[in-house]
């Protein structure tokens, strides 16, 4: 007996059916998303009954009848996702704010989104955080936690589509479109069947925030700036002023440890302050470190000091010795948002030992903040004060930068090199950079590090480009290769690569510079700008590749560019150059990639009896997940004459199939395979498992690919408007993506399925 979940997807299914629409066609005319109702169709998610409505309208269907199934799937529920909480730690001493976290609750509960505003100092960030931790019962699917570096010092602030892109990653999106309307619209639907708080801390202004606000659903959005936030829309502004006396002393008195009987010294020391928290906290922490010292003390330490936040901040010093200012100074001036004790030593020189011994008394002086055990992290006004200081008392800033630059050099390519990739050689990347000792013994916890310190590398990267150190420029984004092929590129990997590029070539290092350049060409073609990709390729090949090995891969994803541009021919030569550099070497999997795409184009060069026996060329040599592609191959070759074959091979393509876009292509041509078989109905099956698992990777590349075989099935099956439809999304999106192959073969191909019955939308399709 199925369940109340399955029999509503059932009924589901069964609208779409009636409808003779794609999903995506079906999702546009009951105004719902794509990516949604994709969910919906395959239970992944139970949609609102207005949803399950709109459905019903669109194919003049009873809604009444389906409220019972509906009910009782929505109880029993779709699979959960994992609860992800990004918060940071609340604040043992969090004093006061009583009405404004109950506003600030109570907004939450009602218009799902609030903007904290208010000056530096003054808490928002602890109010927020605070608040958070008190609803989390409310969000069972987690808090995210994301700075945007509106106003930290010496960073740019985070742009909406970068943000939208880490946002997105933390809900598992490795690749998300490179469209930033498209990625809003993506998290929107991501956040719309979650019930999650999200926390955008140190926004600029309304503009920058505006993108990441969820749309319908129960997620909520807490959001903090200095600015306050009065033009966005449905977003209710709660502003923070200082504490109040009563307040701030009660903090105070907590932080300094003592009984705060001396009032008028109290009533100074609270005026010096401000009644800002952060302040308060550095005041009372100095007190506390002095024994010996009254409150009158610590006043009359305070009015000497020449500014308000100077007295506070130089009274935290004070408590310091050399040693443990100097790392306060260079704090100020290390690039990225937070950090561990190895870059703490890095920067200044010092043993772990001594490092974090230094690091702990900077948290107790509340000069450095410790969000999570071992990370920590500079509030925007103490990295301010510490970076004046360091412009003035620091001479060596820039060495103890570098420092750090080489320390997170070293470490990328430690961990680098415990991720397997294909082709990877001995020694790269950065034969010079000597790996740090204490490698990860696993993959998992290498791409761990990648993911906690990427930002931080990121701002490494800019910092070494800033400073002239071309050496880092050169060698970084090399470090990072894995990581970034795992991820299938990030906002960040073209420019890296580009002023990489430009490094290699100022330090004379041509086979390092003709690296970058196939990587970049592969970065290029992954964002889908084919023709930079092939530019990208053309300077490798003319700066002499003297690798053979390097050479292999250079024509090896030139043919990928070739292939995706339709020139079929041009791609087959250079997979043949390919497999002939890989045979110089030896390099066995390199070999057989190169038979294994050799077989693809040439089975769409029409020559299937060729295809098969490459293919079968490229088995003999592969092992594991690396045969999928001469199976895909071998299986769509035999498919007109050996039925049986093929489905066995397409079918062992599917079982080693790992990630879900090698899933979602298998399952594309399977549908191609059983439509050359005359089996349409299983046919269409496969190419609708095919988008529902390419829906949320939000593949475009692949998309385009896998249309035109969906539309053809659709055709041989005898849906026409459907087909129709898909043609429609393969121009539109060829247009996109800059593939005149594509469209051309797409617009030939509406025009066969007009005259056999079928109903164009758009006359923008027709000749």
Known sequence: MSSAPEHLTAQLTQIKELSGLSVRALARQAGLSSSSLSRYMTGRLVPPWEAVVALCRVVARDPRPLRAVWVEASKAGAAPS??????????????????????????????????????????????????AHRLAPSFPDGGLYLDLRGFTPGQEPLEPSAALGRLLGALGVAHPPADTVERAALWRSELSRRRALVLLDNAVDAEHIRPLLPGAGKSAVLVTSRNRLVSLDGVPPVSLEALPPTDAASLFGRAAGVDLAEEEAVAQVLRQCGGLPLALRMAGARLRHRPGWTVAVLAERLRDSPGRFDSVFGMSLQQLDSVQRRVFRLLGVLPGADFDAAVAGALADMTPDRVNAVLEELVDAHLVQEPSPGRYRLHDLIRRYAADIAADEEPQADAAVHRVLRHYLAQATTYDRTLPLPHRKEGDPAKAVAPLKGAPHSAAAAMAWFDTEYANLIACFDAAVRLGADEVVAELPPAMRVWFFRHRGTDDQIRLLEAAAAAAERLGRDQRRASLLVDLGFAR??????????????????????DDELAGALALRTGFVRRDLGDFEAAQAKFRLARLLFEKTGHRSGRSQALAFDGWVTLHLGRHGEAAELARASLALADGPARMTGLVTLGVALAPDDPAESLRALHEALELAEAQHNKAWCHNYLGVALRVMGSFDEALEHHRQAFALLEPLAEAQLEIDFLPAYAETCRAAGR??????????????????????NEKLAREAYQAVVPAGGHGTDSRFRS
């Open 82 to 131: 994992p609860r992800r909480n990004d918060l940071p730690a609340d604040l043992a001493d969090f004093t006061g704010r009583e009405r404004e976290a109950a506003l600030v609750e109570e907004l939450l509960r009602t218009t799902g989104a609030v903007a904290i505003d208010g000056m530096a100092g003054v808490g928002k960030t602890s109010l927020s955080v605070h608040v």
């Open 720 to 741: 026409y408007d459907e087909a129709l439809a898909l043609h429609e999304r393969t121009i539109e999106l060829a247009r996109k993506l800059g593939r005149p192959h």
């Open 525 to 546: 073609a992954a964002a889908g700008r084919l023709t930079e990709a092939l530019a990208a390729y053309e300077l490798a090949e003319k700066s002499g590749v003297a």
